[in-house]
């Protein structure tokens, strides 16, 4: 069945109050996990272009630092933590208790800082998804990354790509104390989750 | 969504699934990870095309031709009718297929990828004439027209002309 342009906008208002409830658990772990200082919330629910990514989420073309968690299975999809270098460096810096890293190549310990960091927002994701959809969902570890943005996105884009020309993901920002960070989570479902998602917005009293 | 690119503008980004073709002082770019930025380029005419290649196989579905390999090379061959390039004068050279979770992680596209990709230019009797394909690492591509250099760029590695 075709959607159409208003069953669209409607779908996305859903995902967008869905998504918005998850990243209220999100960001309560990651405040605990940041003694306060940090926050994260959902900047928006977005169905973009296949070939407008890139330039719609503004990725530029330098390397950033990177945690991804992967959902394998139908019910799947992929999160992704993306920071410039510096700004992983602070917040593993502040986790860590030390002055900012300064060599070149990151230690395991702020490699580790970071990737619990991801281990954490993602669960707390999967943990208010897996309440939604009713079925278990379950992560991958982290993996660290530092890379083109764009080219670690893409893989995460791979099975929304197989099945059409709009991918669906979640936008969401951090906020140190108030203060808008220029880091940001991206959350990729695959279409059965996207579809597990939207029945479960359907099915609600 | 295709594109035949004036002259005037120097850069074009080539999105996931896009194609794009042109002449010098045209540079096009991409940053690709698991999918495939493949140029073709006719020396004596000095005119390219350059496609973002995401997926193998169409297997019949729709949708904009560069997305799948098996539909980017003959619809980068038709656009390159427009400059009466035949395949035969033709050389390809391609950058990307990488597995970024490594090469144990999920979603591992990559090597169907660049496997596809050579199939099809196979089919259509082009000859790679240079790739930098494979690995872990994401690839910042340019291919220019003017001479059909394609640099390949990866974080912390040194840059690769092919």
Redesign the interface.
Known sequence: MLETAHDNVTTLAGLQELFASATHDASAAMCRWTDGIITVTLDEVRQIA??????TLA?G?D?MTMV?M?L?GELGG?ITLMFDDLGGRQLAASLLGRAVGTEPEWSELEKSALMETGNILGCAYVNALTRLVGMDLRP?AP?F????G??????????Q??A??NLLLCDVGFHRQGEKLDWRVVFVPTPGLQASLQRSLHSAP | ?ITTTSTKTLDT?V????IAAGGPPQKM?A?????IALSLYHSRLNRGVMA?V??PDSAGRG??PG?FADTAVPQMLELLKEFSATASCLTAKLAGG?????SS???Q??DANVEAVAHALRAAGIRITAQDVGGN????VTFECEGGAMIVES??QPTKTL
């Open positions: 296949l070939e407008e990514v890139a330039a990725l073309d390397p991804v992967t394998d992929s991958s993996y990354i530092q890379d083109f764009a080219s670690v996105l893409q893989q995460a884009l791979m099975t790509a197989a059409g020309d | 969504m980004l999105g996931m699934g896009q770019k940053v690709v990870g698991s999918c973002h995401v997926l949708g904009a997305k990488a597995n970024m979770f490594g992680g999920p979603l596209i990559g690492r994401g690839r910042r974080a912390g």
